[in-house]
Nanobody, 126 residues
Protein backbone atom coordinates (compact mmCIF):
# COMPACT_ATOMS: atom_id res chain seq x y z
CA UNK A 1 0.00 0.00 0.00
CA UNK A 2 1.10 3.55 -0.80
CA UNK A 3 -0.56 6.69 0.51
CA UNK A 4 -0.09 9.88 -1.49
CA UNK A 5 -0.63 13.48 -0.37
CA UNK A 6 -0.32 16.38 -2.80
CA UNK A 7 0.47 19.96 -1.83
CA UNK A 8 1.55 23.21 -3.40
CA UNK A 9 -1.51 24.15 -5.39
CA UNK A 10 -3.00 27.61 -5.41
CA UNK A 11 -3.88 30.67 -7.45
CA UNK A 12 -1.26 32.06 -9.82
CA UNK A 13 -1.27 34.61 -12.61
CA UNK A 14 -0.67 33.59 -16.22
CA UNK A 15 3.04 33.23 -16.84
CA UNK A 16 3.71 32.39 -13.22
CA UNK A 17 5.10 29.27 -11.58
CA UNK A 18 4.10 26.73 -8.97
CA UNK A 19 5.77 23.64 -7.58
CA UNK A 20 3.57 20.75 -6.60
CA UNK A 21 4.77 18.11 -4.18
CA UNK A 22 3.54 14.59 -3.64
CA UNK A 23 4.58 12.94 -0.39
CA UNK A 24 4.32 9.18 -0.24
CA UNK A 25 4.11 6.86 2.72
CA UNK A 26 4.15 3.11 2.77
CA UNK A 27 6.47 0.47 1.54
CA UNK A 28 8.92 0.56 -1.29
CA UNK A 29 8.21 4.02 -2.65
CA UNK A 30 11.43 3.89 -4.62
CA UNK A 31 10.18 0.93 -6.63
CA UNK A 32 7.11 2.77 -7.96
CA UNK A 33 6.88 4.84 -11.08
CA UNK A 34 5.06 8.08 -10.34
CA UNK A 35 2.75 10.17 -12.44
CA UNK A 36 0.77 13.38 -12.39
CA UNK A 37 -2.65 13.77 -13.92
CA UNK A 38 -5.06 16.68 -13.99
CA UNK A 39 -8.78 17.15 -14.33
CA UNK A 40 -10.32 20.43 -15.38
CA UNK A 41 -13.95 21.39 -14.97
CA UNK A 42 -16.20 19.19 -17.10
CA UNK A 43 -13.18 17.34 -18.49
CA UNK A 44 -11.79 13.86 -18.15
CA UNK A 45 -8.67 13.23 -16.11
CA UNK A 46 -5.64 13.52 -18.36
CA UNK A 47 -2.00 12.55 -18.21
CA UNK A 48 0.52 15.30 -17.41
CA UNK A 49 3.85 13.67 -16.66
CA UNK A 50 5.49 10.51 -15.34
CA UNK A 51 8.85 9.50 -13.92
CA UNK A 52 10.51 6.12 -13.57
CA UNK A 53 11.37 4.72 -10.16
CA UNK A 54 15.03 5.68 -10.57
CA UNK A 55 14.18 9.12 -11.90
CA UNK A 56 16.22 8.48 -15.02
CA UNK A 57 13.27 8.63 -17.39
CA UNK A 58 10.52 11.23 -17.62
CA UNK A 59 7.63 11.62 -20.01
CA UNK A 60 5.38 14.60 -20.58
CA UNK A 61 2.13 15.44 -22.30
CA UNK A 62 2.66 17.60 -25.37
CA UNK A 63 0.67 20.39 -23.73
CA UNK A 64 3.21 20.78 -20.90
CA UNK A 65 6.48 19.72 -22.57
CA UNK A 66 9.12 22.38 -22.02
CA UNK A 67 7.13 24.12 -19.27
CA UNK A 68 6.78 21.43 -16.60
CA UNK A 69 9.55 19.41 -14.99
CA UNK A 70 9.03 16.28 -12.94
CA UNK A 71 11.59 15.05 -10.45
CA UNK A 72 11.75 12.78 -7.41
CA UNK A 73 13.73 12.44 -4.22
CA UNK A 74 13.54 8.83 -3.10
CA UNK A 75 15.29 9.63 0.18
CA UNK A 76 12.36 11.91 1.03
CA UNK A 77 9.66 9.76 -0.60
CA UNK A 78 8.57 12.79 -2.58
CA UNK A 79 8.02 13.76 -6.19
CA UNK A 80 7.94 17.32 -7.44
CA UNK A 81 6.19 18.90 -10.40
CA UNK A 82 7.70 22.26 -11.26
CA UNK A 83 5.27 24.19 -13.42
CA UNK A 84 6.46 27.29 -15.25
CA UNK A 85 4.86 29.63 -17.79
CA UNK A 86 1.45 28.65 -16.55
CA UNK A 87 -1.58 29.27 -18.71
CA UNK A 88 -5.29 29.51 -17.90
CA UNK A 89 -5.68 26.17 -19.66
CA UNK A 90 -3.56 24.56 -16.95
CA UNK A 91 -6.30 25.23 -14.40
CA UNK A 92 -7.33 21.89 -12.93
CA UNK A 93 -7.17 19.62 -9.94
CA UNK A 94 -3.78 17.90 -10.08
CA UNK A 95 -3.45 14.31 -8.90
CA UNK A 96 -0.38 12.32 -8.01
CA UNK A 97 -0.40 8.60 -8.79
CA UNK A 98 1.86 5.60 -8.21
CA UNK A 99 2.36 2.67 -10.52
CA UNK A 100 3.69 -0.70 -9.45
CA UNK A 101 5.01 -1.70 -12.84
CA UNK A 102 7.21 -0.81 -15.76
CA UNK A 103 6.94 2.72 -17.09
CA UNK A 104 6.98 3.24 -20.85
CA UNK A 105 6.35 6.31 -23.00
CA UNK A 106 2.81 5.05 -23.58
CA UNK A 107 1.97 4.50 -19.90
CA UNK A 108 -0.53 7.36 -19.75
CA UNK A 109 -3.85 5.85 -18.81
CA UNK A 110 -5.47 6.34 -15.44
CA UNK A 111 -6.13 2.60 -15.21
CA UNK A 112 -2.38 1.94 -15.36
CA UNK A 113 -1.78 3.50 -11.96
CA UNK A 114 -2.48 1.73 -8.71
CA UNK A 115 -2.64 4.45 -6.05
CA UNK A 116 -3.93 8.01 -6.12
CA UNK A 117 -3.81 11.10 -3.98
CA UNK A 118 -6.76 13.36 -3.23
CA UNK A 119 -5.62 16.13 -5.54
CA UNK A 120 -4.63 19.77 -5.24
CA UNK A 121 -6.29 22.68 -7.02
CA UNK A 122 -4.27 24.84 -9.41
CA UNK A 123 -5.94 27.97 -10.74
CA UNK A 124 -4.27 30.16 -13.33
CA UNK A 125 -6.06 33.47 -13.63
CA UNK A 126 -5.42 37.19 -13.66
Amino acid sequence: QVQLVESGGGLVQPGGSLRLSCAASGRSFNTYAMGWFRQGARKEREFVAAISWTGSRTYYADSVEGRFTLSRDNAKNTVYLQMNSLKPGDTAVYYCAARNGILTPSTRGTSEYDYWGQGTQVTVSS
